[in-house]
């Protein structure tokens, strides 16, 4: 299987200038999942009032645009790295990717 990811806005947070209701954060949750495995990762993306030029009244807000901004202030390289932690969560649930383990000496004290 592979996994798949679903992104979603959890929270937002606004101030009154320089427009009513200016989103200044968003509050991000990742989701992963691959078959019963699954992984999670949150997070916030911070904007700021050189982003007036776009501003979209807050009763006019839906996810995809929020998230949009999310990903636009990650970068692709910031989003590939947040699903891969998500996906390394998933992976060590399958036991790949386990890392160090403590085993027990070969020998009987």
Do not use: C
Request: hydrophobic share 35%; proline share 6%.
């Amino acid at each position: 299987m592979t996994t798949s990811f679903i992104w979603k806005i959890g929270q937002l947070y606004t101030v009154q200038q320089p427009d009513p209701d200016y989103v200044v954060t968003a509050v991000w949750t990742v989701f992963g999942q691959d078959g019963q495995y699954s992984g999670v990762r949150t997070g916030s993306a911070e904007f700021d009032s050189q982003q007036a030029s776009s501003f979209i009244p807050y009763n006019q807000l839906t996810q995809d645009i929020v998230l949009q901004w999310v990903y636009a202030s990650l970068g692709e390289q910031g989003v590939a790295e947040m699903q891969a932690n998500v996906q390394a969560q998933i992976d060590y649930q399958k036991g790949l990717n386990v890392g160090p383990q403590v085993t027990p000496l070969p020998w009987s004290n």
